[in-house]
């Protein structure tokens, strides 16, 4: 689904909702898919919902143009015992800075 090529995508939503207006929620697998394809080639700016958190490093270690990640992870809740904004900046390149927009919304930025 991500074989369209396209040297003007530059910003990239992929948190749309379906007719039961549900999100679709990116696993592993399919975020690994996404950044391998052409169509991550030339996107700055991704906005995407994922299950893991693995999934946000996957997809700044491997969208080379990437500059500005908005992903939603269900996961991140106050009660969550993990500072899971320490825990991504552990993880990431030192170049990206993690905001916490609101508990579940992390925008990150190089």
């Not at 690994?32 to 946000?56: D, F, T």
């Not at 491997?62 to 015992?81: A, I, K, P, Q």
Request: charged share 20%.
């Amino acid at each position: 689904p991500y074989q369209y090529t396209s040297t003007s995508i530059h910003r990239l939503n992929l948190r749309g909702v379906d007719q039961y207006r549900l999100q679709h929620c990116y696993n592993s697998e399919q975020c690994m898919e996404l950044s391998r394809s052409p169509l991550a080639i030339q996107c700055r700016v991704l906005i995407i919902k994922v299950e893991q958190l693995k999934c946000i490093v996957e997809l700044i270690n491997f969208m080379n143009n990437l500059r500005t990640l908005d992903v939603m992870y269900e996961h991140d809740t106050y009660s969550n015992r993990y500072d899971l904004v320490e825990l991504l900046r552990k993880h990431l390149p030192s170049t990206w800075t993690v905001t916490r927009f609101r508990y579940g919304n992390f925008i990150i930025q190089s």
